[in-house]
């Protein structure tokens, strides 16, 4: 033990309690010990490269080429997706495809390319290879949007997973998004970004959410490129510049190293819609969440008990403020333990619960995967029994540290253990709720020093193939969101599922959504809560939210009304409070706050059949329901670099406020006529404006020519259209809420013209266009109002 683990191993002590403390501090050695018995210094390595090219064996969609020292198989499928991998490695297995590996593309033909290398050319994207391996991806009129280095392998001399390395190099004016969700994003800026989840989302620390996606966006072109591995890892990135070196463009630079695992990647070319389209159909549409997890969260933390739920739930319905879902954390376990409710403090939880649902309140659970290691607990019991906990690599079971104290973790990566947990979800339905929140399911074991999660030796099943917690880690999270889903479709076959996830990696849209964890407080953590949602997006999850106000801290009454402006439109909107949270309900910040909260709401749940479209257009598209401003326009620089406002949906545009003492900001406006939805004076980009911007508003633009759902006064829906500029024209979708079960209604289509002096709107089916069966409210029809 050196000096450091002794002065966090005597804080653990203070922070936890004596027991807890203790534990963490065993709990710490024991993975240390376990770790340095199963997995030895790597010693002596031998590096590699792929050496000179020999032999081409041209196949379906590409073909596999073949190096002194590796082979280069590539494939192109017909939904315009390239992959290629080294060494052999092939598309599966693989936790982010869903279903089998799309079909190749036979039009993809390997074929001679320059200096001697090969190329296979396809309709959207043509891939060479050099002669020792470097691998360009072009556009279809030959400009170069990625280049990658030939790769480096560094493998152990008395044997192990290789290490390896993969430089590549983008346009100068490129710019780097993605990377699963970053408190620094969206933008990803120069820096090395670690790909190993955590419970942290803060700057460049490791994230909860992390995944080797990245979004390239730059001139000629965006592209997204997926390396297959879920190892632990690090991607290093450099932004290119333009006129280096004596008038020389530097290029932008990525540098990808993982500690072991396949050296195997996918890349999309396309505008973001496109991208985002294939990405989807490549690792499943996203999840349809149910209606009501559209509207208004509230978190419960801290022990609370019946009577404070009540009184919480009283404390908005007598103050008019719509709540659509209460969330309770672990303070309503029995001793923490997961699976158990502490019946002294909720003696009739399910008549409670089923008293909310008449409301149109949901309960949602919060969820560990650590199950307390006490004789009794039927989780802990039934697994045993049925062998389903994480074992270490000399066989007995890993014990780590949560919540309750000594816990073990169930091996998600087999498809039985996912079983078992999802049928232990019943208890949860019995007992009254409606959905499921995983937390510290990154997975988190708390320890007084080194990493508070499993020992990395720690055995894994991994659908049958065996391995260790260093490839299991990553994916863990999205295993148990898997098991979560699919326990709630069994359970109750007529409802859509609720799990959302702190935790994750690629393809954990499938199953639900993301909550960001608990950003920084204070004003950095409310920019933060922004870049983690738009962040999240552009990786093919569209659903997530953080938590208003954050955990820690204290905010200030104008923090939280900024910060709940904004969540309001944010896909997941949950506000938090109790004795652990500080009791931030929103009538504790004052009468003035109260009224502009209740503004927020009335406006988000007015805006619900706006959500329920962009959720359903989610799932059909991959399009995230927050888009950066250059969604349409990646080739604009000027929005590339905007990170303070955000496209919802293609109707509106949101500018919050994120920095305090302002009441007024600069809007950058993409191309077109915006109309200021409070005022409806219209103005015309690209541009910038200055905008008004009080404590109690939140600038709102919407699109001309915009066709927006919103709820009438009657609960119906209603067609909020915004008038096209003269001599244009516009169209809009929309998705009508079918409830909570699987139907998915199709999209109605609406088309917005000028005739004369006024504005018609038309909708549009298979046999030609029609009046709208829905009632028509024209905004933006003052004369001579568009301003620059």
């Known amino acids: ?80 997706a390239v992959f290629w991998g080294w060494d052999g490695a092939a598309p599966e297995p693989s936790y982010a495809v869903a279903g089998r590996c799309p079909e190749p593309d036979p039009r993809a033909v390997l074929e001679p390319d320059k200096d001697g290398g090969r190329r296979v050319v396809a309709e959207r994207v043509t891939v060479a290879v050099s002669r020792h391996g470097a691998v360009e991806v072009r556009t279809p009129g030959g400009v170069v949007l990625r280049r990658e280095l030939p790769p480096r392998w560094w493998e152990p001399v008395g044997g192990g997973p290789a290490r390896w390395t993969q ?12 990377l699963g969700g970053w408190a620094s994003g969206p933008r990803l800026r120069d820096g090395a970004y670690r790909l190993w989840n955590t419970g942290s989302a803060a700057g460049h620390a490791p994230a909860s959410v992390t995944m080797p996606v990245q979004l390239v966006v730059a001139d000629a072109g965006t592209h997204l490129v997926f390396h297959d591995n879920a190892w632990d890892g690090s991607v290093t990135l450099r932004e290119g510049e333009e006129g280096a070196r004596s008038g020389h463009d530097r290029p932008g630079r990525s ?32 999840a349809l ?131 078992w947990w999802g049928e232990l979800c019943a208890e949860r339905l019995e007992r009254g709720f409606a959905g499921l929140w995983h937390d510290r399911d990154a997975p988190v074991s708390l320890a007084a020093f080194g990493e508070p999660t499993l020992p990395r030796s720690a055995r894994h099943r991994l659908e049958g193939r065996g391995g260790d917690h260093r490839e299991a880690h990553n994916v863990y999270a999205l295993c148990m969101a898997r098991a979560g889903y699919e326990g709630l479709r069994e359970l109750v076959p007529g409802e859509r599922p609720f799990v959302l996830s702190r935790s994750g990696w690629a393809g954990m849209q499938r199953y639900g959504g993301a909550w960001t964890g608990e950003p920084a407080s204070g004003w950095p953590g409310l920019r933060a809560s922004l870049a983690l949602v738009m962040g999240l997006g552009l990786c093919g999850v569209p659903y997530s939210g953080p938590d208003v106000g954050a955990f820690g801290g204290n905010p200030s009454a104008e923090l939280y009304l900024r910060w709940f402006r904004l969540a309001a439109y944010l896909p997941l909107f949950r506000t938090s409070g109790g004795a652990r949270a500080g009791f931030r309900e929103p009538w504790e910040f004052g009468a003035e706050v109260l009224e502009h909260v209740r503004a927020a709401l009335v406006e988000r749940r007015r805006l619900a059949p706006y959500f329920v479209t962009l959720a359903h257009l989610a799932r059909r598209t991959g399009a995230p329901y927050v888009r950066p401003l250059w969604w349409s326009a990646p080739e604009d620089r000027v929005l ?120 018609v709107v038309e909708r549009e089916d298979g046999d030609g266009a029609g009046a709208p069966s829905r009632p028509v409210r024209v905004r933006g029809l003052v004369e001579d109002s568009a301003q620059m």
């Open 1 to 80: 033990m050196d000096g450091r683990d002794l002065v966090r191993s005597m804080r653990a002590f203070g922070s936890a309690g004596p027991a807890q403390g203790l534990r963490t501090v065993r709990a710490a050695w024991r993975r240390r010990r376990a770790d340095a018995a199963a997995l030895p210094p790597r010693g002596a390595e031998r590096a590699r490269v792929p050496g000179a090219m020999r032999e081409v064996e041209p196949g379906p969609g590409g073909g596999v080429i073949r190096f002194g020292r590796s082979e280069l198989r590539i494939l192109v499928a017909v939904n315009g």
């Open 167 to 178: 430089r590549s190099e983008v346009a100068a004016d490129a710019r780097f998004f993605g």
């Open 255 to 286: 540098v990808l190293r993982m500690d072991g695992g396949p050296l195997r990647c996918w890349v999309v070319v396309g505008t973001p819609a496109r991208v985002l389209l294939a990405w989807a159909s490549l690792t499943g549409a996203p």
């Open 289 to 419: 969440p149910p209606a009501w997890a559209l509207g208004h969260h509230h978190g419960r933390r801290g022990p609370g008990d019946e009577q404070e739920l009540r009184r919480v739930v009283a404390g908005y319905q007598e103050r008019d403020l719509p709540v659509d879902a209460v969330h309770l954390d672990a303070g309503h376990f029995a001793a923490r333990q997961v699976f158990t409710v502490d019946e002294e403090r909720f003696p009739k939880l399910p008549v409670l619960a089923e008293e909310l649902r008449r409301d149109g309140i949901r309960l949602v659970s919060v969820v560990d995967p650590g199950v307390p290691a006490v004789s009794g607990h039927a989780a802990y019991d039934s697994g045993t029994d049925a062998d389903v906990f994480v074992r270490g690599a000399a066989g007995p079971v890993v014990r780590g540290v949560g919540r309750p104290g000594e816990v073990v973790f169930p091996d998600f990566t087999d498809a039985d253990v996912r079983t």
């Open 640 to 759: 590339r670099d905007c990170e303070d406002a955000f496209l919802l949906g293609d109707c509106l545009l949101v500018a919050p406020v994120l920095d305090p003492g302002a009441d007024g900001r600069a809007v950058q406006l993409p191309r077109g006529r915006w109309y200021d939805t409070v005022t409806e004076r219209a103005y015309e980009g690209p541009g910038q404006v200055l905008v008004e911007a009080p404590p109690g508003r939140i600038p709102v633009f919407a699109r001309a020519g915009a066709v927006v759902p919103v709820r009438g006064r009657d609960g119906g829906v209603e067609l909020e259209v915004w008038a096209p500029a003269r001599g244009r024209a516009g169209v809009g979708l929309v998705v009508p809420d079918a409830g909570d079960g699987w139907e998915e209604p199709e999209p109605e289509r609406y088309a917005v013209r000028w005739e004369g002096r006024r504005v």
